[in-house]
């Protein structure tokens, strides 16, 4: 299985269209999120007619969510507060999202 294909040769180098950048950008993003090169292979050579990867991707697409939500959070408690006042001696929580 092959995530890219050169279009040709010039010499011993290989050549690439333009697209090919953009299957390079998809496949980083995708491997930071944590997808395997056999799933991201099997997710760029499926059919619309796919059902079972569609179900899959949904799922992870659930989970990405999820983890979207968990670093907005800490990312979000990381922030500086406005300027407390020595009479607030309340220590800020770590938001979990839970209400």
């Known amino acids: 299985m092959r995530l890219i294909a050169a279009a040709g040769r010039n010499g011993l180098r290989r050549t690439y269209t333009p697209e090919v950048l953009e299957r390079l950008a998809l496949i980083t993003c995708a491997r930071s999120a944590g997808f395997s090169i056999a799933e991201i292979g ?16 949904a799922t992870r697409a659930r989970d990405l ?15 500086p507060r ?16 839970r209400r």
């Open 42 to 57: 099997r997710f760029v050579a499926a059919r619309p007619t796919d059902a079972e990867l569609r179900v899959r991707m």
């Open 65 to 79: 969510d999820e983890q979207v939500g968990r670093l907005t959070r800490l990312r979000d408690s990381l922030r």
């Open 82 to 97: 406005p300027s407390v006042t020595t009479t607030d001696r309340r220590v800020p929580r770590l938001q979990t999202g």
